[in-house]
């Protein structure tokens, strides 16, 4: 092989890297999309359960150094 070959064989190769390496950045691109917009569909739910939620309270005994507070138990939020 000559070195003329080989030079042209390494800058193909490195062309085929380059092309799949902005393939990959851009898929990771696509799926943190994705990710955003299911995290903001989680809130919604999350919110709309808080919203439903009948409420049912429990009191948390404190733990050392803390103090006890009152939760529903159904949706967790604290009171």
């Known amino acids: 092989m000559s ?3 080989a030079t042209n064989e390494f800058a193909t190769s490195v062309d085929k890297l380059k092309l799949t390496y902005q393939f990959k950045l851009n ?3 696509k799926h943190k999309q994705h990710i955003v917009t299911l995290e ?9 359960i808080v919203k439903n939620c009948q409420h049912c309270w429990k009191y948390e005994p404190p733990a050392v ?3 006890g507070y009152y939760y529903c138990s159904e ?4 009171k």
Do not use: A, K
């Not at 903001?40 to 709309?48: A, F, G, V």
């Not at 949706?75 to 604290?78: K, N, R």
């Open 3 to 5: 070195h003329m070959q």
């Open 65 to 67: 150094y803390e103090r």
């Open 40 to 48: 903001q569909e989680l809130r919604d739910i999350r919110e709309n």
């Open 27 to 29: 898929e990771i691109e």
């Open 75 to 78: 949706c967790g939020i604290p």
